[in-house]
């Protein structure tokens, strides 16, 4: 299941400042966490933000922020889950901020590794017009491919404080839908912050 947060501007809701998109998935499913969360259930489901983007001309303004913390509300409160996770790259410091100061920590260095080529002797000895073969010594993990380079990623994780809350029931007895906006934004220094409002999707 995806889950999205978008920030809009107020004078215009069509126009989408910026958005979190997530999915969540089981624990015993979740990509690359290398055991960050032994704490959660088997069963049990994390969110997995596979992105995060802010309109160029109102960054630095503190939306990144604000949308982030609605996003959290929304993973543990709405979309059950018991925790959330995320790749970055280890350059890309400015985005590495913003999760720390949203309480997210680094749980693990994924490196990127580079298969090395073992040359192997033809098939029916030296004097064969067989090729010869190549065997990879070990198989290539690579987070992320930009061109020619590849690149290292942090495994960045956020624990919530306990379990999620309990759904209140339904008039049938299920648990309501997902709210279709959260609170007001927290408060922040950003006058963007007054000029746009969240929503779920």
């Not at 982030?68 to 709405?78: G, I, M, Q, S, Y």
């Not at 309501?176 to 006058?191: I, S």
Request: aromatic share 6%; hydrophobic share 45%.
């Amino acid at each position: 299941m995806y889950r999205t947060v978008c920030c809009v501007a107020l004078d215009d809701p069509a126009t989408i400042l910026g958005a979190v998109v997530c999915r969540v998935t089981p624990v015993q499913e979740a990509e690359d966490i290398e055991g960050a969360f032994p704490e959660v259930p088997a069963g049990q489901c994390l969110a997995h933000i596979l992105t995060l983007g802010i309109r160029k001309t109102v960054r630095q303004q503190g939306l990144g922020a604000i949308l982030l913390r609605h996003f959290l509300e929304d993973a543990w409160r709405n979309g059950r889950c018991w925790g959330v996770f995320l790749h970055v790259l280890t350059t890309n410091t400015a985005a590495i901020r913003l999760y720390e100061k949203c309480g997210f920590v680094r749980a693990a260095h994924l490196r990127s590794v580079v298969p090395r080529i073992r040359l192997a002797p033809p098939a029916h000895g030296p004097l064969s017009c067989c090729p010869a073969r190549h065997t990879a010594l070990h198989s290539a993990r690579n987070y992320y491919l930009i061109g020619e380079h590849q690149l290292d990623a942090y495994l960045m994780v956020h624990r919530f404080p306990g379990p999620p809350p309990a759904p209140l029931a339904g008039a049938d007895g299920d648990a309501p839908p997902a709210l279709a906006a959260p609170p007001a934004p927290r408060p922040a220094p950003a006058p963007a912050s007054a000029e746009s409002w969240c929503v779920i999707l």
